[in-house]
């Protein structure tokens, strides 16, 4: 069974200054990873995947994880927080090779951006 | 190419009564999700479905709940006899026909349907 652990469900930051959003997860098979990004009332939105290649995944709007198997993370980072970031944000991972083809999410961090 | 497109956006129901929400997938996507989040929280997953067939429903809850997915039109899910509880956002989201034991490379989220029961 797979599962993910978002180990801040909040996480403020001034802008300009670097953010981390933890992400540890648990597989039984070689897992995709992701990362989605939801703004208030908005649908998600995806920011980078993590499918068996590179382990260091670049995304969109300047942010990148690392794919840590013996750590079992997948923690998201961006160098300097903006405003717009201000979001909830999700890991996500998907045992993609069983028949079971489902996305199990984290439980999410809510991340704010102080001026 | 539109996206997944989910309607309606908003929906209100009186408790006792039926909400039919719908997910049109993205084009040339056959494999059809539904999410539901409720306040505060992640999204869990309740059904995945193909053209015609469910292939897994074990997030659904036992009663009330249903799905399809018919061979032409959108994907649909329906809550009978509503009750407070069942407010929350429901997600869709689609992705593209792969093989057998083929990687998961992205899905493609609605909007979401946020459904208020008064």
């Known amino acids: 069974a797979q599962s993910v652990t978002q180990l801040d469900s909040h996480v403020s930051v001034s802008e300009g200054t670097p953010v981390l959003l933890r992400c540890n997860y648990s597989s039984s098979y070689s897992p995709s990873l992701f990362w989605y990004v939801q703004h208030p009332n908005k649908g998600l939105q995806l920011l980078l995947k993590y499918t068996s290649a590179a382990t260091l995944v670049k995304g969109i709007n300047g942010f990148e994880a690392e794919f840590k198997k013996s750590e079992t993370s997948f923690h998201l980072t961006k160098p300097s927080a903006h405003m717009s970031d201000a979001a909830e944000y999700f890991c996500v991972v998907s045992e993609g090779d069983t028949g079971r083809r489902a996305l199990t999410f984290g439980s999410g961090t809510r991340l704010q951006v102080q001026p | 190419n539109a996206g997944v497109m989910q309607n309606p956006r908003h929906l209100v129901r009186r408790r006792g009564q039926e909400a039919r929400l719908r997910c049109s997938p993205m084009?040339?996507?056959?494999?059809v999700y539904w999410y539901r989040q409720l306040p505060e929280e992640g999204l869990k997953f309740m059904v995945y479905?193909?053209?015609?067939?469910?292939?897994?429903e074990s997030g659904m809850p036992k009663e009330r709940f249903s799905a399809e997915f018919p061979k032409e039109g959108p994907s649909i899910l329906r809550i009978q006899q509503v009750v407070r509880g069942d407010s929350a956002a429901y997600f869709c989201a689609s992705s593209p026909r792969t093989g057998q034991g083929a990687r998961w490379t992205e899905a493609f989220f609605g909007q979401g349907t946020r459904l208020t029961v008064v």
């Open positions: 084009k040339g996507h056959s494999h």
């Open positions: 479905l193909q053209k015609e067939n469910i292939i897994d």
